[in-house]
T-cell receptor
Framework: KAGVTQTPRYLIKTRGQQVTLSCSPI?????VSWYQQTPGQGLQFLFEYFSETQRNKGNFPGRFSGRQFSNSRSEMNVSTLELGDSALYLC????????????FGQGTRLTVV | AQSVAQPEDQVNVAEGNPLTVKCTYSVSGNPYLFWYVQYPNRGLQFLLKYITGDNLVKGSYGFEAEFNKSQTSFHLKKPSALVSDSALYFCAVRGSSGGYNKLIFGAGTRLAVHP
């Protein structure tokens, strides 16, 4: 069974631009969560989607958004990029809502210049 | 509010010696507890979890963790460390209430195993 796939692996963007990151969960998994990892703030929860609905949201500005498609694939979007958005963005998939474990992808390394 | 503390930024161990990476948590209700490992430029790899049952949980690569409810701890252990165990280790908690999959992570502990 393939694991969680995130694309692209690396991105370089300019301040003010927007970016879309993609996550394909493990086959059969319906819950997708997103996390931001930075050296200063560590791993922080962004949001969770289940059956195409956002179920939970972390403490991030509205520039961060996401969605989930009917095949459970998810995208997250960051608009008006700031230097501080440079981070490793990790996607995790779980079998169901309230699942007892999450499996992570390799992440997308976003650099904002 | 849920929180996780990993009190050590770094743990240094000689190869072949036992290792312990500490984690304490705060959560309302019964906790779901997890350990993940991260190698450079990689995502998080699942090591083990505690949901309910035996306090000693066995996981991948010879790791185990002991759940202690009275001390609200979930320390990661391995009887004999390998150089290849050198990585960043994260403890995470999720509350059992609600159906959400939001994990709260500790700051991480860097494990360095020396030959």
């Amino acid at each position: 069974k393939a694991g969680v796939t995130q694309t692209p692996r690396y991105l370089i963007k300019t301040r003010g631009q927007q970016v879309t990151l993609s996550c394909s969960p493990i086959s059969g998994h319906r819950s997708v969560s997103w996390y931001q990892q930075t050296p200063g703030q560590g791993l922080q929860f962004l949001f969770e989607y289940f059956s195409e609905t956002q179920r939970n949201k972390g403490n991030f500005p509205g520039r961060f958004s996401g969605r989930q498609f009917s095949n459970s694939r998810s995208e997250m979007n960051v608009s008006t990029l700031e230097l501080g958005d440079s981070a490793l963005y990790l996607c995790a998939s779980s079998l169901e809502q309230g699942a007892r474990g999450a499996f992570f992808g390799q992440g997308t390394r976003l650099t904002v210049v | 509010a849920q929180s996780v503390a990993q009190p050590e930024d770094q743990v240094n161990v000689a190869e072949g010696n036992p290792l312990t990476v500490k984690c304490t948590y705060s959560v309302s209700g019964n906790p779901y507890l997890f350990w993940y490992v991260q190698y450079p430029n990689r995502g998080l790899q699942f090591l083990l979890k505690y949901i309910t049952g035996d306090n000693l949980v066995k996981g991948s690569y010879g790791f185990e963790a002991e759940f202690n409810k009275s001390q609200t701890s979930f320390h990661l252990k391995k009887p004999s460390a390998l150089v290849s165990d050198s990585a960043l280790y994260f403890c995470a908690v999720r509350g059992s209430s609600g159906g959400y999959n939001k994990l709260i992570f500790g700051a991480g502990t860097r494990l360095a195993v020396h030959p």
